[in-house]
């Protein structure tokens, strides 16, 4: 087993002015290649503490890499302490120098003295290109373990990651690719679940993970055997016939739109609480625009009324948010982007605008298929967002089930 | 100083499966009572290991902050191994029982024994009340430092934080609070801003952080005295007065959406490659009805020609993603949904589509402006997500400039 630590490095990481998802992006991907990622920790940009860190990790693990602290700023520390922990100096890279010259010569840069220090690496570092902004990768060797240090913005990372870091990587260690197949459940709580992952027994060597985030259930299933990898995922998904979703990472927008591709169905939309979500989480699979042809945001009631055609007497006396209006927003969208099929959204997201009839989290949500309405109403906890993203998932896995025998 | 280490504990984590957002939310809410976030790791589930990580991190904290791994699947193991590493068993906790099942009942769901072993908990444990699931969390005392444990589920742990966890903290320990500024700074390099930082001769007990996120640089000035901490933040955005956003958490859509709503102007989207991002980030800020009417997804062409009137012959000439079709969309926005102002974006979000005249990350964005209608073309680096994002914000951004001093 090849051990891995990843360090992300930069004190707004543990202070929580930004998110870290550099860790999880490369967790994924070094755990696919097969390598053991057992530790992920966020280091502050303090000199002695990143040292101490590294000194005692390099004795653990035989890969680390660092993200980030390799910028031109006075708290880009990563490569001297880099250096230090393994016991060398760092030096001026020419290559790793005239690199950043180029680079930003080309964008009319003024280089400064700051600029210079990007390209003060450890001695006898190997290098990694970075072909897209202007600070190189560098690799070192300490006792048994080479640490390995990337930029911090997460599209140079992944860009070098991919390029130049993980071939090394498998060149190096001689490993045995994982397999993995994700099955997605949708609509029930992670203990019926679990129940049914005990009974599967599953076998030594094969492993099973669950997640749940706001709705949805994924369940992991990894081993070296990819036979038994198949059976067991297979096995699970064939439990819950009704709330199977699909297999793999693909989104509930991505099942949706290959299931409407498959039956030469369209669909358009028409948000008014989700505001675009729906939108946008449908455009961010990509070639989309064969299925999805547009939609109509109604954040205004005056937008409901003029555009979707929402007859202005069902506002009044049902209210906006209403499985009344709901319906007239998905007939009115289908009709006006022309498509055969609509989802419409309405609902009281919050924190503002609950009443005690109409409570924050009330949602009225209408499908169009073929000229055919169904709504249901929901009553969703959690804050604002939550509220949106239950509602935008719950509406895709409904209009699923919905498409699904047609 | 009060030491502060946050372990996110869950396999997904280390495989990326799920990004830890919950270090970072805790990281920020500790930090400004005055905390110091020391340490923030992902941990397995893996009894062992977690065992061992926590008796080596209790000598060196005052407080550990566990989240996750306290649900009823067989993976979860906090609870036992929490006690392990203070030395303590495992006990039936009734007060923790009884609040499980009055919850699973009200909810009709048939209690199971793998419920049952959430309310295992350490011997003589304080207990966090959950309001929003069915496990409690829970402190526990060991040598000088207490382990508080609290669930995976972000809104569960939000809840229970804010609510619970952190006024015993407060009384427990006496901080100072910690006062900060944040100065929101766009469309200049990293390094550009970095010289004008070291210009500043920040006083000692100042802590000054930049980070840098697509397309816009946020600098946090940070410290015990506010008068301070308050000069250098508008020192700081004086030094850019064509490139200061604003202060404070305040994104780019709650400054346009404050500048409108002061101008007494309206808003409508456009919306082609980002597919509902604009729509989206603009109703994420609660209250943005007054201003955001509603918008146009135009994914397809014939949308755009039909809804927002934008003329086929533009679209023949110079294409969907040109100028001409941006400009006749924010009109088309404008006019159909009837406000003051407009925004739209056309574009090649990736990764097909792109051509040798108009590669990939190619954005034409329009901006109306009572009738008047200035266009910009931009091409950003970057995957879809990263061209889609840029595009949003720079529309946000230069619709901002262009509306200041209207």
Redesign the interface.
């Known amino acids: 087993m090849v051990k891995v630590a990843i360090f992300a490095i930069g ?11 550099n ?7 070094l ?1 696919k290649a097969g390598f053991n ?6 280091i ?1 940009d303090n000199k002695e ?1 990143i040292v101490n860190i590294l000194k005692k990790s390099l004795k653990e693990y035989d890969v680390i890499l660092t993200t980030g602290g390799i ?5 880009d520390l990563t490569a001297e302490t880099v250096a230090e922990a393994a016991g060398k100096v760092t030096v001026m890279n020419p290559e790793a120098r005239d690199h950043m010259i180029k680079w930003l010569n080309k964008r009319g ?1 003024t280089i ?1 003295e ?2 210079e220090r990007q390209a003060l690496l450890p001695a006898d570092c190997i290098l990694f290109k970075n072909g ?1 902004g202007t600070a190189f990768g560098f690799g070192v060797e300490a006792e048994n373990c080479i640490i390995i240090s990337m930029p911090g ?1 997460p ?1 140079e990372m ?1 860009k070098m990651f991919d390029g130049y870091v993980k071939p090394y990587l498998l060149e190096r260690f001689e490993l045995t690719e994982r397999f993995s197949k994700d099955v997605r459940i949708a609509g029930l ?3 019926d679940i ?2 049914v ?2 009974e599967l027994n599953i076998p030594n060597g094969l492993e099973c ?5 706001k709705g949805e259930c ?1 369940v ?1 299933f990894r081993g070296f055997i990819q036979s038994i990898v198949e059976e067991y995922a297979d096995k699970l998904a064939k439990s819950f016939p009704d709330n199977f979703v699909g297999f793999g990472n693909d989104g509930l927008a991505y099942v949706l739109l290959r299931l409407l591709r498959e039956k030469k169905m369209t669909l358009a ?1 028409a ?1 008014s ?12 699979v ?4 064969d299925v ?9 009631n ?2 409901k009324e ?2 979707l055609r929402v007859p202005k007497n069902i506002m009044v006396k049902h209210g906006a948010v209403s499985e009344e209006t709901a319906k007239a927003m998905a007939i009115g969208a289908a009709n ?3 498509t055969s099929c609509a989802i419409s959204i309405t609902g009281v ?4 605008g609950g009443t005690e009839e109409k409570p924050v989290g009330t949602v009225c949500i209408g499908y169009c298929v073929n000229g055919e309405v169904t709504t249901k109403s929901f009553q969703f ?6 509220v949106r993203t239950r509602a935008l998932k719950t509406a895709l896995r409904e209009m699923i089930e919905l498409i699904k025998n047609k």
């Open positions: 004190s707004e990481l543990l202070e929580g002015s930004i998110v870290d998802t860790s999880s992006w490369l967790g994924a991907r755990t990622v057992d530790d992920v920790r966020l502050p503490r910028g031109p700023t006075f708290d840069v400064k700051s600029h897209s913005v599209y992944h709580p992670e203990s679990d129940d992952v005990r993970i669950i997640n749940v985030s994924l992991k939309v948000e609480c989700t505001g675009g979500m729906l939108g946008k989480e449908l455009t961010e990509s070639g989309s625009s999805f042809m547009g939609g109509i945001i109604s954040y205004s005056d937008v003029r555009l006006q982007i022309r997201a919050g924190p503002d906890p959690g804050y604002r967002d939550a």
